[in-house]
């Protein structure tokens, strides 16, 4: 099983990414974003069931990033848009071969498989 994060980079802020994770070698029950900035613990960003609607974001980043699914690619995708400096950090893809409850989508400790990380730094 890997996953395969990608589509990070430099960004002004109020400006958008578009981070992609890709999955190969198993079927997914739950998928998410984690990130880590610089000098701080790793925090959810946002999760969805692969089957059905069910979509969760933490608070700080509701409304402005969008997580997304493409089945033909057995993908993943997080679009960050008006970004801001405080979103500077590394991005995790996370998943589970497990369809996880809402209230424990955002616990680190339910997901499996992680991705290597991918550097979002957004200047001011």
């Known amino acids: 099983v890997q996953l395969q994060a990608s589509g990070g980079g430099l960004v002004q802020a109020g400006g958008s990414l578009r981070l992609s994770c890709a999955a190969s070698g198993g079927t997914f029950g739950t998928y998410a974003w984690f990130r880590q900035a610089p000098g701080k613990e790793r925090e959810f960003v946002a999760a969805f069931r692969w089957s059905g609607s069910t979509k969760t974001y933490a608070a700080s980043v509701k409304g402005r990033f969008t997580i997304s699914r493409d089945y033909a690619n057995n993908a993943a995708y997080l679009q960050m848009n008006s970004l801001k400096p405080e979103d500077t950090a590394v991005y995790y893809c996370?998943?589970?071969?497990?369809?996880?409850?809402?209230?424990?989508?955002?616990?680190?400790?339910?997901?499996?498989?992680w991705g290597q990380g991918t550097l979002v730094t957004v200047s001011s």
């Open positions: 996370a998943a589970d071969s497990r369809s996880w409850i809402l209230s424990n989508m955002g616990n680190e400790n339910a997901y499996e498989y």
